[in-house]
């Protein structure tokens, strides 16, 4: 490949809209017609009348498999080996991130097509072609890249909203370090997850997700909290799922998802959600960037006023404590990391510099806006960290 091609990768089909689920069996039976379906006990409870009802409609046979938490190296094979055994020539992730990456990984092993029907938007990872592992504990393990993407994402809006609105809030945080850091890759011409140099469509869409959130999110939130699906609301499932899955994925990560894995190497941090520990990165890169404080500023009204946090006290951390802030910047910046994409070279002493000093600057900036004050985050015992980010800290496609 040369080095100066540039290319974009994104999912088969998808589908968004209030009732969707209802028509999973119409869209899977294009790809396949022996569907195995994979969805933990508790999303099975919710949904899985709908999707039976779908399938049958669509004349397609029903073989249920438990999804068992962790998509752990155990796990995935085990679910290739059910794929296996049942005959299946498609297999349809229904829930969180996890099964979603679970299932991903099994159908690429077994060698047949995969698909998802995420029940939260709370990240960008239906639409990608990777997955993250776990070890059995939930400890990060590995990055699994795959030569495509899922061939259908379906979301039913519905579902979406009658989920908690903290997991919609998260996956706001999680889109708005899409154009960040996709404008970071682009400045410095590095390369994207897609295996090439960025696309002015990889980039563009990464901006449209940015400014889908910026005028629409406060809203969607709001309808989100009495499980209401408005058009707002519809915005901003597609700007958390596709636009951000595109945009990371053919635009570029750079330091926001990085200092992410960063904060999932402290354990105090364990137990928030993604898009929570990626918005103290967005806010880290803008401070490393020199940006200008109006953009900083800015920046921490908008996403403390969606629910996001903006200082370490919100993520379980202290501005003295050197040891854990030294901990999450060495890993941020480990050879392989996104940060790299940055325009501008970045070492661990930097990072250290800009986490200590988003404390003090957006305490600052919550004041004169008149917006609460932090209140400290205490991490839940035994508890795995949340999903790491799609492509975020693995290296390039090759």
Partial sequence: MGSKIRTV????????????????????????????????????????????????????????????????????????????????????????????????????????????????????????????????????????????????????????????VSLLVAGVGDALATWLEARATARSNSKTMAGGLPTVTGTALAELSWDVLWGTALDAIDAVKDHQVTPAVEKVIEANTLLSGLGFESGGLAAAHAIHNGLTAVEATHGLAHGQKVNIGSVTQLVLEGAPSSEIRDFIEFTTRVGLPTTLTEVGLKADDEKSLRTNAEAATVPWETIHSMPFEVTADDVVRALTSIERLARGVRQRARLPQPVPYVAPHHRPPSRLPPGGGAPARP
């Fill in 9 to 164: 990768i994104s999912p088969g089909r998808y589908v968004q809209g209030k009732g969707a689920i209802t028509q999973l069996g119409e869209y899977l039976k294009q790809i396949g017609q022996t569907p195995l379906v994979v969805a933990d006990d508790l999303v099975w409870g919710l949904v899985g009348h709908d999707v039976e009802a779908s399938l049958a409609a669509a004349g397609l046979p029903l073989h249920r498999e438990t999804f068992n938490g962790i998509p752990s190296a155990k796990e995935v094979d085990r679910l290739v080996g059910v794929i296996k055994r049942t005959g299946a020539d498609v297999a349809i992730a229904i829930g969180g991130g996890s099964t979603i990456d679970a299932v991903k990984a099994a159908g690429h092993i077994a060698g047949i097509r995969w698909a998802n029907a995420p029940t939260v938007a709370s990240t960008d990872a239906p639409c990608s072609a990777l997955s993250v592992i776990y070890t059995e504990t939930g400890e990060f393990e590995e990055y699994r890249f795959f030569p495509r993407n899922p061939d259908l994402v379906l979301v039913d809006s519905q579902i979406v909203a009658n989920a908690p």
